[in-house]
């Protein structure tokens, strides 16, 4: 803004210095035909007329050559006359020598100024679009080569136009070959990626509320119908594969309800509360049909497959079916309440639908009605065709409804909120997406009805959405940790609870086999301490019977080393069973504990496929949410890019307006030096007081420029761009 500022004050006192001399108009009386004169008459004359071009009058020039008009008011770059004289063209004219860079100039700023006869004359101004959109009759209804069209890395993914609430969006297109839906917003036109559901680019629509969309055939271009309403109406068409607007027809005094191009793309069709259908040449620019049939606003319009019928609907159930190059009427027919859209089956085939709930089917070479059907109780709202051949409808029932190419239900999709506004299918029909009058934005899937997504109108700029994207992110990695540890709780637990009651069980059987066999060695032990304890009795009953007898002395001797022997076998055999029925009392004890671990088994058994449900789902929404990051990160950059982009041509844009300034300041210092000197040079005859104002308005000329001059190379210095 205090570039704009400061370009106005520069350009203001160039134009209060420019008033002081004489006018800055170039016309071809004064300027051009000079030129013609000295440089171009001697084969592009009244006599001579090389490529038949006679530029030795005005009307001659304007006519041009055998080839057409050489000339484009306002527009340079489209003059043929202007860019074989630059030798920007060829033929260069003249052939050999070019004109001086201050004449070419001269004629660039004639064209540029509306090529004035004198500095009395009314400026021409070209209105003839500067692109070519018709294409080949041959691709008509065929897949485009190459790969499909997508606004890749021409469109802001930025919003312009950001509100507190929503608005509705009763405007809904989408491509037929590309993964691409256009829905209209305040000011602006957004375009969403069908595929993965993010915002794929941004058109900007200042000239109020799009009332109306629809792609090409070719997918390749979008036409806008809207405006402010009791104010302005035009349909305008962006390219969206280079992010440009290339077209704008109409200048309506109320916004345009409905609007199509032509599938040849010869042609623009739109309507609005005027009543008036109009259609336009792509090629002129021009209205070529202003139709006055309809009874009340005109709310839809569109062309058939091969372009020779354009089909109209009013707000009063008026239809009718015109001719596109004649614009003869070919059909009429009526609804009970509003138009509200059309879809053509075939070629002469036309399907429409309208708020008195009804969908009607016409063949317009036979000129009858086919077929009528209910679609939805209170009115329909919006009618679209999927590439299957399949219809959908938005209706006052909360419904949209997929209807097959007869007009057999197929299934209903809820919106959950308002009443719909639009729901159109997807490109590859795999899709139903639809807005309410909430400003809410439904996608369902169209082979279950079930709602996937919803989309916003109203979107944040990227660095918003990117941060708040990594704030779920962190989230969700936060969730699937306490998922994953739950799980990981889950599994560990139960591993070390069937761990112990294994060693129970294992510590039972052990103790119980080693009791077992200590007991038996007892047994044995206790067996072989009484044999000992016989055999000791009587051998030292047999030695005090026969005191003196050696032999039975020994024997007795050795009784008592086997009796000693045996008892101290018993005794080792009991300390060892009474250790192991003490090892066996406490594993009994122990296993006690049994029925709680085997429980705790069950319930964390029970327990673990929720848990690893809930760790899946989290790290599923993980994965999500990182993809979803990723996706606004790439997003961020780009615009960050894209931003960067336009701010760097945004400087210098600025800048070459300043130096513009400044050389209009240059050549007014000449001017008014010129101007002065002039003065000075005052026949000695002419009156002195006149001669006295001549040089002091000159003087005061010279010092209004050169302090214009002064201003602008100093704005100059400040506005050169840092690239």
Known sequence: MKRNVKTIAITTMLLAAATLTAADKVTFEDDILPIFRNKCLNCHNQEKMRADLDLSTYEATMLGSGNGPVLAGGDPDESLLYKVVAHLEKPTMPPKDKLPDSEIELIKKWVAGGLLLNAGSKAVMSDKPKVDLAIDPDALGKRPDGPPPMPNDVLALDPYVRTDRTSVSTAMAVSPWSPLIAIGGQRQVLLYNTDTLQIAGIIPYPAGYPHSLEFSGNGKLLIIGGGRGAN??????????????????????????????????????????????????????????????????????????????????????????????????????????????????????????????????????????????SVHSGGAMSLSRAVTGNFVTAGRNRRATLWDANGNKVRDFVFPGDLPAQAVPSHDAKLVIGSDWNGDVFVWNAADAKLIRRLTLNPAPMAEKFADAAKVLAKKQAAAKVAADALAANLNGTKAAQAKVAAMDKAVADTTAAKAAADKALAAANAGLKTATDAFAAADKAAKADAENADKKKATESAKAALDKALAAQKAATTKSTVANKAATDAATAAKGKPALTKQITDWT???????????????????????????????????????????????????????????????????????EDAKKTDLNAVKTQRAEAIKAAQANLAAAEKALAAAKAEVAKEQPKI
Do not use: C
Request: glycine letters at 8%; hydrophobic letters at 40%.
């Open 606 to 676: 029970a327990a673990a496929p929720a848990a690893r449900t809930k760790s899946t789902t989290a790290n599923n929404e993980l994965a999500a949410a990182q993809k979803e990051a990723k996706s606004l990160e790439i997003g961020k950059v780009y615009s960050d890019w894209y931003n960067a982009r336009k701010s760097i041509g945004d400087k210098k844009a600025a800048h070459a307006e300043v130096e513009a300034a400044a050389k209009a300041a240059t050549e007014a210092v000449a001017s008014a030096k010129t101007a002065l």
């Open 232 to 373: 302005a109406g035009h349909s305008t068409v962006w390219d969206i594969t280079k992010g440009e607007q290339v077209l704008q027809v109409g200048d309506d005094l109320d916004a345009v309800l409905a609007s199509d191009i032509s599938p040849d793309q010869r042609f623009i069709a739109h309507g609005g509360p005027d009543r008036f259908l109009r259609i336009f040449s792509t090629e002129t620019g021009e209205l070529v049909h202003k139709i006055k049939k309809h009874t009340d606003w005109v709310t839809a319009v569109r062309f058939s497959p091969d372009g020779k019928y354009v089909a109209s609907g009013d707000r009063n159930g008026g239809l009718h079916v015109w001719e596109t190059e004649p614009g003869g009427r070919a059909y009429s027919a009526a609804h009970g309440n509003r138009v509200v859209g059309f879809e053509w089956a075939s070629t002469n085939v036309v399907v429409s639908a309208s708020m008195d709930g009804s969908a009607k089917m016409f063949n317009i070479d036979q000129a009858s009605q086919l077929k009528s059907w």
